[in-house]
């Protein structure tokens, strides 16, 4: 079965730092791109980036480029995305989504379930 | 950036209703334009890609149409299971982007 595996909720500080992870399987991890996208309480869909695991091409939005970085791991089939001085108003869901093909600007047909973070004093 | 906007943002229908939901893209994206289903709690689901083609699975009452800047989704027969927020996206330049969803309620 085609899926991915988002980590488990997390309650952070402003200024802490935060990475959260997404696994695949069931599929060849390195050839198809991973998005990632934010979900603010009651609130629509946003674009951060995407990545191609298969040489780490990361492409941001630029709403959260310098924000946050993407990255991936091919040896455990994982990608990624962190924070180095997190912020309140990053409470959110964030869900990593699958390219429905290889070419990566593409529709998503695989969601993660999607890590709450909250981020609070 | 190409803007997305979606209509109505929230909708009240009876089971067995047709329902359309429209989306309108700030500049020409063709046909790269998907519609995704998010039931509360849950993670987006894929129903149409490409403006029109039915993501295999999804009931062959959910459709989709256009090109261009002007796009629809269409629930022939509406059914208490559809009952969930709808977003469209485009993905012809990035930054990807969704429209602002439309809430369907029974």
């Known amino acids: 079965e085609v899926q991915l595996v988002q980590s488990g909720a997390e309650v952070k500080k402003p200024g802490e730092s935060l990475k959260i992870s997404c696994q695949a399987s069931?599929?060849?991890?390195?050839?198809?791109?991973i998005a990632w996208v934010r979900q603010m309480p009651g609130k629509g869909l946003e674009w951060m980036g995407i990545?191609?695991?298969?040489?780490?091409?990361?492409r941001y939005s630029p709403s959260f480029q310098g924000q946050v970085t993407i990255s991936a791991d091919e040896s455990s089939s994982s990608a990624q995305l962190q924070w180095a001085t997190l912020r309140a108003s990053d409470t959110a869901i964030y869900y990593c989504?699958?390219?429905?093909?290889?070419?990566?600007?593409?529709?998503?047909?695989?969601w993660g379930q999607g890590t709450m973070v909250a981020v609070s004093s | 950036d190409i803007q997305m906007t979606q209509s109505p943002s929230s909708l009240s229908a009876s089971v067995g209703d047709r329902v359309t939901i429209t989306c309108q893209a700030s500049?020409?994206?063709?046909?790269?334009l998907n519609w995704y289903q998010q039931k509360p709690g849950r993670a987006p689901k894929l129903l149409i890609y490409?403006?029109?083609n039915l993501e295999p699975g999804v009931p062959s009452r959910f459709s989709g149409s256009g090109s261009g800047t002007h796009f629809s989704f269409t629930i022939t027969s509406l059914q208490p299971e559809d009952v969930a927020t709808y977003f469209c996206?485009?993905?012809?330049?990035?930054?990807?982007?969704f429209g602002q969803g439309t809430k369907l309620e029974i």
């Open positions: 069931g599929y060849s991890f390195s050839t198809y791109w």
């Open positions: 990545i191609f695991p298969g040489d780490s091409d990361v």
């Open positions: 500049q020409d994206i063709v046909d790269f």
């Open positions: 490409d403006a029109s």
């Open positions: 989504a699958r390219s429905k093909t290889e070419r990566g600007v593409d529709a998503y047909d695989i």
């Open positions: 996206q485009q993905y012809n330049n990035l930054p990807c982007s």
